[in-house]
């Protein structure tokens, strides 16, 4: 993509007029709180993402891709914005694009929460969805290759392509720098939940260069091949991934946790019974995850609540779709793990 100088001045003065303003200015920030009543015997903190304005940490890496290449010259206001997407940061491009009036093309499939995709329809982001998945009955590739399609079909088109753009991981420098300073120091550990391995390898960076006191665990679902897992079908979505990333440095990280997607769920049902915090799928497993971590007594764990449960009310908040979808009933759920099953049934 070429531009004129005089389209680089125009969009480069537009965005500077707008970049401390509106409602994209409060992204990020967001609050740190201890989660004292689920771990009443640990030191736990979780990093509430789900207080960006569209309700993800997808809204911070949104934001620093597009106005970052507005700044660049990279796009203008007759660019094509286009992603691959399974609902978050659909959602955080859908809001940062309607806010500097940028055209934008969502890629989605049909695990896609019903209300993210009404969301997505109510920020103005045109949208397809892909219908064939592949053999591991994921839709990621299908949808990348959509993608791909598209960028040949339009020649002013962009690509955030969030699996492999650097500016990704260089957005979660301010999220780490934010844990520190919230903390007054930092942490002992930092659990994020792995996808596209932005948020990760950002805390893992910032930690190599400005701390290495860090331990940085990702978590994992099991199906994902992330970390060289067999693929299998996984169903909570912005977990996992079925397609390694280009941004991982497995030097940077300590040792993946693996989590199933029951867990999931019973992390989430646990954050809210305990926290009252109603959060998305990837955020339950981090809750499992950090009730196996051993931790001495001094010791501070951070995890990444990444965004807002209200779009996972019709799935995994739901008991009927649990026994749809995973062909378990919740109680029987519950009691896989015979020491939650006496806390959890109360639930019901």
């Given amino acids: 993509m070429i531009l004129s100088s005089e389209n680089r001045i125009l969009d480069h003065q537009i965005y500077s007029d707008q970049q401390d303003q509106g409602i994209t200015s409060l992204i990020g920030n967001t609050g740190l709180l201890r989660l004292a009543k689920l771990f009443p ?6 990093k509430l993402e789900l207080m960006n304005p569209a309700g993800s940490i997808k809204d911070r890496t949104a934001k620093f891709i597009v106005e970052e290449s507005l700044k660049l010259g990279i796009i203008n206001h007759e660019t094509l914005i286009v992603e691959s997407t399974s609902g978050n940061m659909g959602v955080g491009l859908a809001q940062i694009c309607l806010f500097h009036g940028l055209k934008l093309k969502l890629v989605v499939d049909p695990y896609i929460n019903m209300q993210t995709l009404k969301l997505l329809t109510a920020y103005g982001a ?38 492999e753009n650097p500016l990704n991981p260089l957005t979660h420098h301010q999220t780490a720098e934010e844990i520190v300073n919230q903390l007054g120091g930092c942490p002992d550990y930092i659990l994020a939940a792995t996808s596209t391995c932005g948020t990760l390898m950002g805390f893992a960076e910032y930690n190599d260069q400005f701390s290495k006191r860090m331990k940085i665990i990702p978590v994992d679902a099991f199906g994902s091949v992330i970390f060289g897992g067999k693929p299998e079908k996984r169903v909570i979505p912005g977990f996992g991934a079925s397609k390694t990333s280009t941004l991982l440095k ?12 029951w867990e999931s ?5 646990k954050l809210l019974k305990h926290e009252a915090i109603l959060a998305g799928g990837s955020t339950g497993a981090l809750v499992s995850a950090v009730e196996k971590l051993e931790m001495k007594p001094n010791e501070k764990a951070v995890i990444i609540i990444c965004d807002r449960g209200e779009r996972y009310l019709d799935t995994i908040y739901s008991d009927a779709w649990i026994k749809e979808t995973l062909g378990i009933e919740i109680l029987e759920l519950i009691n896989r793990n015979v020491d939650e099953a006496v806390e959890l049934k109360q639930y019901n």
Avoid at 149 to 163: G, R, V
Avoid at 265 to 269: A, F, L, Q
């Fill in 250 to 261: 497995e030097d940077l990280l300590q040792s993946p946790m693996w989590m199933k997607e």
């Fill in 41 to 46: 015997d640990k030191q736990v903190y979780g």
């Fill in 265 to 269: 769920i019973i992390g989430c049902k």
């Fill in 126 to 163: 045109n949208i397809e969805m892909v219908e064939q998945a592949d053999e591991s009955g994921s839709y990621l590739g299908t949808r990348i290759n959509r993608v791909q399609e598209i960028l040949k079909e339009n020649q002013n088109a962009f690509w955030t392509q969030q699996y």
